[in-house]
Structures are given as structure tokens and as C-alpha cells.
Nanobody, 118 residues
Framework: VQLQESGPGLVKASQTLSLTCTVS??????????WNWSRQPPGKGLEWIGQ???????SYSPSLESRTSISRDTSKNQFTLQLKSMTPEDTGVYYC???????????WGQGTVVTVSP
């Protein structure tokens, strides 16, 4: 499974970030599977943002849940992250990643840099 992130590299504070992950070599509806977003701020560790499972059910990090939405387009085999009310503290590298069990695999996108300007 290959994943590729796309979206703006620069957003202004208070705007909403929208990133899309395009999946190839596998289906986002494969049962079971999970489709995730994580991020890594400069100089800090990796932070999980949320997951959309194969059925379309979403789960989010409690610290980001109020600002986060993950949706999908099954016709395009894509899933999308929206993060509202961006601040400079949201600057970092954003990754989409996935797991599946049939066959067992874990895959990561290359990551995309997002910078939030004041």
C-alpha cells in the first residue's frame, strides 16, 4: 500500500488546514484496516491525530478532537484531514499512515510540511 499526502504547505493562523491522503495498492474499505493522520512538530515527538477505520468510523486524539475531522472519498480511495483554528503551534510535518490485516501491513506516506504563519 502506498500513501501520498497533498495540501497547502502554508496556512495562516485561525484558518482550517485540509490535507488529503491518496491511497494506491489497497482499498480504504478493506476489512479490517485503519487510516491515520499523525504529525511531528519541530524538535518534538510524533503525535497521533486520528483514525478513520474501514467502515468510516472515526476516532480522534482527545487533545485535538474539538478541532479535528477526518473524512473519506471511497470513489477516489482518499481520506482527508481537516484541522480548524490553526495556530503556529500546529506547525510540523504531517503524515498519513495505515494498517491492514489481510494481508498484514503498515504503510506511511512521506510526510508533508505545514507551516502556520501568525
Amino acid at each position: 500500500v502506498q500513501l501520498q499526502e497533498s495540501g497547502p504547505g502554508l496556512v495562516k493562523a485561525s484558518q482550517t488546514l485540509s490535507l488529503t491522503c491518496t491511497v494506491s495498492g489497497g482499498s480504504i474499505t478493506a476489512n479490517p484496516s485503519g487510516w491515520n493522520w499523525s504529525r511531528q512538530p519541530p524538535g518534538k515527538g510524533l503525535e497521533w491525530i486520528g483514525q478513520l477505520d474501514f467502515s468510516g468510523s472515526a476516532s480522534y486524539s482527545p487533545s485535538l478532537e474539538s478541532r479535528t475531522s477526518i473524512s473519506r472519498d471511497t470513489s477516489k480511495n482518499q481520506f482527508t484531514l481537516q484541522l480548524k483554528s490553526m495556530t503556529p503551534e500546529d506547525t510540523g510535518v504531517y503524515y498519513c499512515h495505515a494498517w491492514s490485516k489481510s494481508p498484514p501491513s503498515r504503510s506511511w506516506g512521506q510526510g508533508t510540511v505545514v507551516t502556520v504563519s501568525p
